[in-house]
């Protein structure tokens, strides 16, 4: 992994962090995690509460869709978990992150939510290829989800752009923003 | 004479002295070293085995959250089986209290790999079958809580001695006093060995004529125990002695008892020789030493004279005869008062059932363990540095699976010639998809004897199982979907060794031009050979490997038939992409390994790996259900819940030798196989052997339907089942539902075209159909 890529990678996933963290604070108060001091300096140690344009990752909230599509939502037991994940990706602590969401995985299997929770910690320790093989998961239980489907290929763009493979990066953006 | 002999032996005086001086100092230094090297023996023992600890492994932990399908009393059997005790009020972790739906406990302290998890109090109401709410002891919330995990074996030495070490703070007061009042009551004060004792003893035993009372002292038991040596020689005893003194020396009194009861040795468990209060408080009472009550400690102690003698299993009425007498050792030494022991002597044994319960014993699945790990591992590391192994067995669906595999075989053996006395041998792999977790083995008949473990190292020819992997192929081809035709007739192969290979059907009838989802659903072997040899040979062969098979078979026509050497967990694997969309994912047994200090070592972590087009995948998927709507899998629906979405294959090798059946549920993939070990003929098909299994297994397990979305660039076409041709749901024969290519044209069957007016002569058939069923 080069110094470049691992700061890009590390710039996502403090971002998607900061959402997910913030989203959380909404749905489940007493499962907030304390906004960490990350132990690394590097400039995102934005506030936690901004919230960029994109809508966060794990939360439902009313969806701007047509009634016929019912994009997923997690389930509390879920929500607990991927809240408890975050925090430990916080603490750089993959492998527990990655159990964590891994439990939830264990209750939800058909949820493609979670494979991309558990792709993202992949992204985040590096492991690209697991990371697109987890959204692309996502992308096979989300046929009939456009807004997770999007969210997935989202991923895999990601995954691409750490690799420096560009151009199916570029594909892969594409097609996220096409179901948006 | 006499003066004369005085007078020389005057002479020899100085001489003899000397002589006898040196014989006496050899004597005393050879009983030196003699002693010393007893003491490096003894020692070493003694501080080797303080470290030698088996790896302890655990079961999957059951997770309890609002929603989880857990009635009251399904969650009762769940803490029973980890067992908690059902009191009053619940104050002690490890024990809970029921009112109705109502489920109130007291968790234990646990050390996951991944967290510790300190007691807590949970307050549970179910509805239904499921759990309505969950909160803590201050009335709050409690999204998802994790059970300790059932402790379901250790890896222990080929010698067979296993063991749970537990630390003296994990052991009551009454375990020692015990101890000393039954075996050894001057222990406290003794130099190791107790000579009042053996005088006592052989007092008593001269009078009886016979041995009643041994005079060992628990530092001689456990002398005796290291050695593993059954001699009663007397040399042996006085090698025995000397060593108990010794170690009186080296070692404090507390760490001799601890040592003890970490030591002894308490019951037998096939090749497994429980040793230690710890496994054997597992073993006996499916719980931790430190829950034991008196009367279970009490008898724990009454054992220790006999464990055979005493097992409370096979002489129930000895071992209590023998535990009451304990209790009554107890009260008259003053460890207890008379109201306790008297109230511990009414209760009952309270010993759990080997097997399908706590205590029970799991050798297919720990070997599959063991071999996991030995990758990483020395053995001596497995066996002695106290490593904790989460694994990803589930007790429940493995009860289950030995539940149906055992009244299925019993069943088949009653049904055949009762002459063969030969017994059918059975294999269940149970593995939730999604993940690769093996959340079920069973590597034979008798499921808890440790031997030849057929999940892993039968490798059997597979028959029908190979057909979706073929199918699989001619579908990623582009070519074919499952509407398209391809002709069931006489089949010649010209092999390359001359001969001309003729496969047939196992009717031996042709059955024509038919589609293919018709062809895989009634395993036609005739029309999947045809087709294996359009899509090709390689593709066929290289397709094994892209889903998971750790070797590519011979590009051999047979291997159409399924003329390949797979074992049971192997096929599990290559059945894994198909109950994965696409995806597959290796099979594991261990989700993580922590060492003696709680310290992670190694996790085996979820990974995927696109193998197969999902969308092929899924034509495939949906052609596996109608193998149970319409073929060979149809006799499942007897055990079945109705409603209930399941896919899967039968497989037959040739000559009836190996009956397979390999499918899958929204949550559970399941390999069943029967056979006889020596390879010969079954008589029995996939369909009626291990379809039953399977199909019972699947019942019982509260398993969720297959589903998943239709893939992009499919469509939902409905289709007469025989003919293959495009029909309205609401006419045609046996009209069923495919999924293919949206540019797929599918010729209709002539009436009933989509979109045309039902008409009269439509109406009537439909009719004379209601009429008919």
């Known amino acids: 992994m080069t110094k470049d890529g691992s700061m890009r990678a590390h710039i996502v996933l403090l971002s998607t962090m900061a959402l997910a963290l913030s989203a959380c604070a909404i749905q489940e108060p007493r499962q907030t995690p304390a906004p960490q001091p990350t132990p690394t300096p590097p400039q ?14 794990t939360v439902e909230e009313p969806q701007p869709l047509p009634p016929t599509i019912r ?52 992204q985040a320790e590096g492991n690209y290829v697991q990371a697109e093989n987890m959204a692309r998961r996502a992308v096979a239980m989300s046929a009939a989800t456009p807004k997770v489907q999007a969210q997935a290929w989202g991923l895999i763009a990601e995954s691409y752009r750490a690799r420096g493979r560009t151009a199916e990066a570029m594909e892969a953006q594409a097609r996220a923003d096409a179901v948006r | 004479m006499n003066r004369k002999r005085s007078s020389r032996l005057r002479k020899y005086r100085k001489q003899i002295f000397a002589g006898i001086v040196l014989i006496l100092g050899l004597a005393v230094l050879g009983l030196l070293a003699w002693v010393f090297y007893l003491d490096r ?10 470290w030698t600890l088996p790896a302890q492994v655990y079961a999957e932990p059951t997770e309890l959250y609002v929603g989880q399908a857990f009635g009251a009393d399904a969650l009762e059997r769940e803490l029973k089986r980890l067992g908690y005790q059902r009191v009053s009020t619940p104050r002690q972790p490890g024990s809970y209290s029921r009112n109705g739906e109502r489920i109130e406990l007291i968790t234990r302290r646990f050390r996951f790999w991944d967290a510790l998890q300190a007691p807590q109090e949970l307050i549970l109401t179910t509805r239904g079958d499921a759990i309505e709410t969950m909160r803590n002891g201050r009335g709050e919330d409690v999204p998802i809580f994790r059970l300790d995990p059932l402790l379901i074996g250790s890896i222990f030495p080929i010698h067979g001695e296993d063991r749970v070490v537990v630390a003296p703070d994990e052991v009551s007061q009454l375990l020692p006093a015990a101890l000393k009042v039954v075996e050894d009551r001057d222990f406290d004060e003794h130099i190791g060995v107790d000579f009042s004792a053996i005088a006592r003893a052989a007092w008593v035993n001269l009078r009886a004529g016979q041995i009643e009372q041994g005079g060992s002292t628990l530092t001689q038991q456990l002398v005796k125990s290291y050695f593993l040596d059954n001699r009663r020689t007397f040399g042996r005893k006085i090698e025995e002695a000397i060593m108990a003194m010794l170690l009186e020396v080296h070692f404090s009194k507390q760490d001799l008892m601890n040592a003890y009861i ?10 497994r020789a429980i040793h230690g209060f710890g496994l054997a408080s597992q073993f006996y009472f499916g719980k931790p030493l430190a829950e034991l009550q008196l009367h279970e400690e009490a008898l724990l102690v009454a054992m220790v004279r006999g464990p055979s003698y005493y097992d409370p299993r096979r002489h129930p009425d000895r071992a209590k005869a023998r535990r009451n007498l304990v209790l009554d050792l107890m009260k008259q030494h003053g460890v207890l008062d008379a109201k306790a022991a008297a109230a511990a002597a009414k209760r009952p044994l309270g010993v759990v059932n080997s097997g399908a319960n706590a205590g029970g014993y799991y050798p297919a699945f720990l070997d599959l363990v063991r071999r996991t790990l ?52 059975g294999v269940v792999v149970v593995a939730s998809p999604q993940n690769g977790e093996v959340v079920a083995l069973i590597g034979g008949r008798q499921a808890s004897y440790n031997g030849f473990n057929r999940a892993l190292d039968a490798k059997r020819s597979i028959g029908s199982l190979v057909k979706p992997v073929i199918y699989l192929a001619a579908i990623e081809s582009g070519l074919y979907h499952a509407a398209s035709i391809v002709e069931d007739g006489p089949v010649e192969v010209k092999l390359s060794n001359a001969q001309t290979w003729r496969p047939q059907n196992i009717s031996h009838e042709y059955y024509g031009p038919v589609p293919l989802v018709r062809a895989l659903a009634q395993s036609m072997n005739l029309a999947t050979v045809r087709l294996g040899l359009e899509v090709g040979l390689d593709k066929v062969t290289r397709q094994f490997v892209a889903l998971g098979l750790p070797r590519e078979p011979p590009q051999l026509p047979s291997v159409l038939l399924g003329a390949v050497d797979v074992s049971p967990l192997e096929v599990a694997q290559l059945y894994t992409p198909f ?17 003696a200090d709680g310290q992670p070592l190694k996790s085996f972590a979820l990974e995927v790996t696109p193998v197969s087009d999902p969308a092929a995948v899924y034509q495939v998927n949906r052609m596996l259900l109608e193998v149970m709507e319409h073929g060979s899998g149809r006799p499942a629906r007897a055990w079945l819940p109705p409603g209930l979405t399941v896919a899967g294959k039968t497989g037959t090798s040739s000559d009836y030798r190996d009956s397979w059946f390999a499918g899958f549920s929204g949550s559970h993939l399941a390999v069943v196989w029967i056979g006889y070990d020596d390879n010969s003929p079954t008589g029995l098909t996939g369909s009626s052997g291990s379809l039953a299994v399977w199909a019972r297994l699947m019942a019982s397990i509260g398993t969720s339907s297959w589903s998943a979305p239709l893939p992009e660039g499919l469509k939902e076409v409905s289709i007469e089942f025989p003919t293959g041709l495009a029909a309205r749901p609401d006419c045609g024969v046996d009209v069923i539902s495919i999924a293919a290519p949206e540019q797929a044209q599918i010729p209709a069957a002539p009436g009933c075209e989509v979109g045309v007016f039902d008409s009269l002569g439509e ?9 008919s069923r």
């Not at chain 1, 995102?44 to 990752?57: A, F, N, Y």
Request: no cysteine.
């Open chain 2, 579 to 595: 109950a994965n969309s696409g995806f597959s994912t290796p099979l594991r047994a261990v989700r993580s390994v922590v060492d």
């Open chain 2, 262 to 271: 970490n030591e002894i040795y308490l019951g037998q468990d096939g090749a």
């Open chain 2, 763 to 771: 109406r009537a058939r439909r009719w004379w159909r209601g009429f």
């Open chain 2, 41 to 50: 023996q003894i020692t070493a023992q003694f501080e080797g085995r303080r």
């Open chain 2, 374 to 425: 030995r990758r990483d591992y020395r053995e001596e590391d497995l066996t002695e540095a106290g490593l904790r192994i989460f694994s990803t067995l589930n007790p429940y669906v493995q009860s289950q699976a030995e539940q149906a595999l055992a009244q299925e075989l019993e069943r088949l053996d009653k049904a055949r010639e009762p002459k063969t006395g030969r017994k059918l041998e």
């Open chain 1, 44 to 57: 995102p140690q934005t506030p936690v509460e901004t919230r960029p344009g994109s809508p966060p990752t």
């Open chain 1, 71 to 122: 994009e997923p939502v997690l389930s509390p037991a879920s929500r607990a978990l991927v809240g408890q994940a975050q925090t430990q990706l916080a603490s750089k602590n993959f492998a527990v992150a990655a159990s964590s969401i891994e439990r939830a995985i264990r209750i939800e299997p058909d949820n493609p939510l979670l494979w991309i929770e558990l792709g993202k910690v992949r």
